[in-house]
């Protein structure tokens, strides 16, 4: 299970390595499994922006496949549409680029 892929996570850059804009398109991406809660918004855990190196980034977990498939499949048409760079973390925290053949295959691939 521990080489089990555990989420998703894209950049705010392209594979071109341009920056990607809007600046703020990870939380509005985020927004979209999100919940409003005591005057603000709470970002689910399936969808969800987290800091990586000190940057910005969106965090895919295996969980929101299954939850929402059409939501996943949105998320995965803007980042293909867009030309993003998309790793996989695993549960140790190595990244690896994404490719489509180490794709997180199952919920449980979320919890480490």
Do not use: C
Not at 19 to 34: E, G, T
Not at 55 to 82: C, H, W, Y
């Amino acid at each position: 299970m521990d080489n089990q892929p555990k989420r998703y996570i894209v950049e705010s850059v392209t594979k071109a390595g341009a920056r990607f804009r809007p600046s703020d398109w990870i939380d509005r991406i985020s927004s979209w499994d999100a919940t409003f809660a005591q005057h603000r918004l709470v970002y689910s855990q399936r969808l969800h922006p987290v800091m990586l190196n000190g940057q910005k980034v969106l965090a895919i977990e295996p969980g929101l496949k299954t939850a929402n498939r059409q939501m996943f499949d949105s998320v995965m048409q803007f980042i293909e549409r867009n030309n993003l760079k998309m790793h996989v973390q695993y549960p140790d925290g190595h990244l690896e680029e994404y490719t489509g053949d180490n794709a997180p295959t199952s919920p449980d691939a979320a919890t480490s």
